[in-house]
């Protein structure tokens, strides 16, 4: 089972509909983004998507806070096929919006309890937040995050169910202490030693790929138990400390102790390692949002090496704001036809609005011409003025690449304007040529200083249908004649 298509609709970020296909079956998914591209929003929008399938929040709370819509939601196309290429009956689009759910799906269920949503920030709970005398302790981290799903070998249950169990128990026998109750103690103790054991050991053979010359420890002290009497029973809980051995030195303060790269590397061994021990389900994504802050490229290397190696038929969608990263990942990846890639860009529409750019698997300037006519239509002008000027853009870099157009060269090229591709190309054409193209130019001229001028999306300057219908239409003229 793969994700074959994602839409996103007036969620968080993303103002307006957003589409992206993954191809049949569905890709991993290399995304670029620009800081305030939306990245984060579309790693959320799939994190959520799925937790939604057990608890019950509603959407709105994730509404785009500058849409005045309701119909915001997140829609995923789930298929897979046989051997004949025949779709399979459990395929279909699943939808969370105000009248949808993924709650109860058992499909979409299936899939949270295996599925991994990792960013940094996950990545720095590991070795920041939970602090216990100078120690790193992990036991609630174990429980919520990386155990959460992770079922006990002596009670077939997931830890953090077993745990809300035994919790309940507590408070529904306070005034007497039951056998039960113990029973259920012992054998959460029992079976999360003996996990914890096998998550040390997987995370340790991933640890060695990044760094040989580092193991960590997961110490455990002290069990799950009762304590107190009467109304203030309660339970102790166990602590699990990390520690690790370095060059043949061994610390428990490590995060005072190892350097930034080997800690990222730990947590990310940690919460690999904890996915590779959970049973398969019939969809097995992993999504990585910026995962590799503080890691080198040999490093870097090395978890492309792992998603391969250990996480081969697993949906792997990965998202950086790293250009670098992302070429590189592009470029060794391209002969394995198993991924699709895509660009965020952090764009402003008119009003001063964030309105992110997407730019789909092999998408050019034809594509975001189409959607501008696509987000006019829906009367989202916003979007519309924001596509309409990246096809213009598209349009002239490609026709400068494709006539060998000299073109004032920046370092950056964020700083690589439409105004010198524009010069350059009137400069390159004689004067016959101008003139006899002389209506699309001016026309061209009229609507770069309402819609197609970066400046227009930088003040609260309203744009109306017409002047967009306009743009989209001398763009479309543009190209006739500037072949």
Avoid at 77 to 93: F, H, I, K
Avoid at 166 to 183: C, N, P, Q
Avoid at 332 to 340: A, D, P, V
Avoid at 438 to 460: A, F, T
Wanted: proline share 4%; aromatic share 10%.
């Amino acid at each position: 089972m793969r994700i074959e298509r994602i839409e996103i609709k007036d969620f968080r970020g993303f103002p307006g509909i957003y589409e992206l296909k993954l191809g049949r079956p569905g890709h991993n998914l290399l995304v670029y983004g620009e800081n305030g591209s939306g990245k984060s929003s579309l790693f959320q929008a799939l994190r959520l998507f799925f937790a939604s399938s057990e608890f019950t929040g509603s959407i709105q709370e994730y509404r785009n806070e500058f849409t005045k819509s309701d119909e915001v939601l997140v829609k995923l196309e789930l298929v897979d096929y046989d051997g004949q290429g025949n779709r399979d009956p459990a395929s279909g689009t699943f939808e969370w919006s105000p009248t949808a759910s993924p709650h109860g799906q058992p499909l979409i269920q299936e899939a949270n309890k295996t599925k991994g949503c990792l960013d940094y920030r996950a990545l720095l709970e590991t070795h920041y937040v939970h602090r216990d005398e100078g120690k790193v302790e992990l036991f609630k981290l174990l429980e919520t995050v990386v155990l959460g799903h992770v079922e006990n070998p002596i009670s077939k249950k997931a830890f953090r169910t077993e745990l809300a169990e035994i919790r309940d128990m507590v408070r529904k026998d306070w005034r007497t202490w039951s056998e039960a109750l113990d029973s259920r103690s012992r054998n959460f103790n029992k079976g999360f030693e003996n996990v914890l054991d096998t998550v040390e050991q997987k995370a340790n053979e991933l640890l060695t790929r990044f760094f040989p010359d580092t193991q960590i420890h997961l110490k455990p002290t002290g069990a799950l138990a009762r304590s107190g009497t009467g109304r203030n029973k309660g339970l102790i809980f166990p602590k699990v400390h990390l520690a690790a051995t370095s060059f043949g030195l061994h610390r428990d303060d490590l995060h005072h102790f190892l350097n930034e790269a080997r800690l990222s590397a730990i947590a990310i061994s940690l919460y690999l390692a904890s996915l590779l021990i959970v049973p398969a389900s019939r969809l097995r994504l992993l999504v990585l949002d910026d995962l590799l802050i503080g890691i080198d490229m040999s490093n870097r290397i090395a978890l492309l090496n792992i998603l391969r190696e250990e996480f081969n038929g697993w949906q792997i969608i990965l998202l950086t704001h790293d250009r670098v990263w992302y070429e590189t990942v592009r470029m060794s990846t391209l002969y394995e036809k198993t991924w699709w890639y895509a660009a965020l860009h952090a764009e402003t529409s008119a009003g001063g609005v964030p309105t992110p750019l997407w730019r789909g698997h092999e998408e050019g300037w034809i594509d975001n011409l189409d959607r501008a006519r696509q987000h006019l239509a829906n009367h989202d002008d916003r979007a519309a003025g924001v596509y309409a000027r990246a096809a213009f853009e598209g349009k002239l870099k490609s026709y400068c690449e494709k006539k060998s157009v000299a073109v004032q060269f920046k370092n950056d090229p964020a700083k690589m304007t439409t105004e010198m591709f524009w010069t350059a190309i009137k400069g390159k054409l004689t004067g016959p040529e101008l003139a006899e193209i002389k209506k699309q130019v001016d026309d061209i001229e009229i609507y770069r200083k309402i819609v197609l001028n970066p400046l227009s999306h930088e003040h609260p300057t309203t744009l109306t249908t017409t002047e967009i219908q306009g743009a989209i239409t001398a763009i479309d003229a543009l190209d006739q004649v500037l072949k």
